[in-house]
């Protein structure tokens, strides 16, 4: 599952998300808001089927290392809820009516907090890895 969430958050900021900043600021709203709402689903559900199973390893180990890449896992819904949450809601309250400058600026800021995403899905997989061969 981490390598699930790691990957489509990979997939996400070098191929959708420098794409979609390739639209105008009206349809580069329009779609990052379709693809917010799937992806969010997405991503939300591997991170916690992805932790719940490293805890279970945990639980059935002993070894600390499938405990660490749970945590590091599930460290994207606190990041998410906390430093990315505001921007997403004022970015989907938007009217892509409205969409201007300060709309792509806020795109692309996304794009570089979604990308410690990618780098805590990153290494939950690595230490998944790690504890896989340990």
């Not at 590091?72 to 309250?93: C, D, F, G, K, Q």
Request: net charge neutral; proline share 4%; aromatic share 10%.
């Amino acid at each position: 599952m981490a390598a699930l969430f790691a990957g489509a958050a990979f997939y996400i900021n070098i191929a959708e998300q420098p794409a979609r900043l390739q639209l105008q600021e009206q349809p580069l709203l329009v779609q990052w808001k379709a693809a917010y709402k799937r992806g969010f689903v997405m991503q939300a559900s591997l991170a916690v089927i992805g932790a719940l199973l490293g805890a279970v390893a945990w639980w059935q180990t002993d070894h600390w290392l499938w405990l660490a890449g749970a945590l590091v896992l599930i460290a994207n819904w606190p990041y998410t809820l906390i430093v990315m949450m505001p921007l997403n809601r004022r970015l989907m309250e938007t009217d892509p009516e409205n969409a201007g400058a300060e709309t792509r600026e806020g795109l692309e800021t996304w794009a570089r907090l979604h990308a410690n995403r990618t780098v805590l899905g990153c290494a939950a997989t690595a230490i998944f890895l790690v504890a896989s061969l340990g």
